[in-house]
């Protein structure tokens, strides 16, 4: 059974750092690019950022480009969301997902259950 759990969100103020985990398991993810998602209440949901099997390259969504940085474990089957300078409009429930490269949802065939994050100004 394929599993991604995500870890590390929570409450904070405005400009804060949070660092988010996406732990695959069940199966090797070997050549698998992850990524990164987020939802925010009555909203569709929205790409985050993406990187590679190798971790060589990455692309972000133009919103978080510069505040949010994502990289990938020693195990490869690990995909960190290093998040700083948090936003009010940043909260959403964070969702890390596995197979595709693109900005599209649908391009992705494993889904974690999310994480919540909640930025108060």
């Known amino acids: 059974q394929v599993q991604l759990v995500e870890s590390g969100g929570g409450l904070v103020q405005a400009g804060a750092s949070l660092r988010l985990s996406c732990s695959a398991s069940g199966r090797t993810f070997s050549g698998y690019p992850m990524g990164w998602f987020r939802q925010a209440p009555g909203k569709e949901r929205e790409f985050v950022a993406v990187?590679?099997?190798?971790?060589?390259?990455?692309y972000y969504a133009d919103s978080v480009k510069g505040r949010f940085t994502i990289s990938r474990g020693n195990a490869k089957n690990t995909v960190y969301l290093q998040v700083n300078s948090l936003k009010p409009e940043d909260t959403a429930v964070y969702y890390c997902?596995?197979?595709?490269?693109?900005?599209?949802?649908?391009?992705?065939?494993?889904w974690g259950q999310g994480t919540q994050v909640t930025v108060s100004s």
């Open positions: 990187i590679n099997w190798s971790g060589s390259n990455t």
């Open positions: 997902a596995a197979g595709g490269w693109s900005e599209l949802p649908r391009e992705y065939h494993y």
